[in-house]
């Protein structure tokens, strides 16, 4: 069966200091992968996309992502991060021709001033 | 260009009672899903429609039911509501497959 794991439930960071998200799944072929941010009370905006090429990815805000076959895994990341940036994060994948989204369980980000 | 609408925002209902959600995706988009957001459970598929079609399904009982129009507007009814059905519901709009879905706001509902 398909799933997604995010490891980290909660993670807080300082104003501008480096940020980094795991996501790995379990799927025996590559899937389509996404990350999408949702502010409280609010739906799921995306961040970004894999499909295929480039395995490293960039997406809206300065975020970036980078799939890894070989751990199963498409992290994400950014360089600096801004309290805008608190809201919580999820990894989602979708298998190919089928338009069923497989989810994370989320990592909720605080940011530090 | 309009984005995902889902209306209401937030209901509230008494058990044993029957809800529709509405959700109008981006025009020229054709896909149509629901999700069910949970502390718990975390983000559910409910179903996809297609071209007015049910296309996918999740694991939920058959309280739970949808359907789309011609327009690629969609309806989600639940009936009997029980308390656990108190969620956030998201709609999810796509042009077709193998494409990105953009997510509605979302319907909290609330089971009382």
């Known amino acids: 069966a398909q799933s997604v794991t995010q490891p980290d439930i909660h993670i807080t960071v300082s104003e501008g200091a480096s940020l980094e998200l795991r996501c790995n799944y379990s799927?025996?072929?590559?899937?389509?992968l996404f990350w999408y941010v949702q502010s409280p009370g609010q739906g799921l905006q995306l961040l970004l996309k894999y499909f295929s090429g480039d395995t490293l990815v960039q997406g809206i805000k300065g975020f970036e992502a980078e799939f890894k076959r070989s751990q199963s895994s498409f992290n994400l990341r950014k360089p600096s991060v801004h309290w805008s940036d608190a809201a919580e994060y999820f990894c989602a994948v979708v298998l190919y021709n089928f338009n069923k989204f497989y989810f994370g369980s989320g990592t909720k980000l605080n940011v530090k001033p | 260009k309009a984005g995902v609408t889902q209306t209401p925002r937030y209901l509230i209902k008494t058990r044993g009672q029957q809800v529709t959600l509405s959700c109008s995706p981006i025009s020229g988009h054709r896909s149509v899903s629901w999700y069910q957001q949970t502390p718990g459970q975390g983000l559910q598929f409910l179903f996809e429609?297609?071209?007015?079609?049910?296309?996918n399904k999740g694991n939920f009982p058959g309280r739970f039911s949808g359907r789309q129009f011609s327009n690629s507007r969609s309806e989600m009814n639940v009936s009997t509501l029980e308390l656990g059905d108190s969620a956030l519901y998201l709609c999810a709009s796509m042009t077709g497959v193998n494409t990105e879905a953009f997510f509605g706001q979302g319907t909290r509902l609330t089971v009382v």
């Open positions: 429609y297609f071209s007015e079609t049910q296309r």
């Open positions: 799927y025996g072929a590559t899937p389509y």
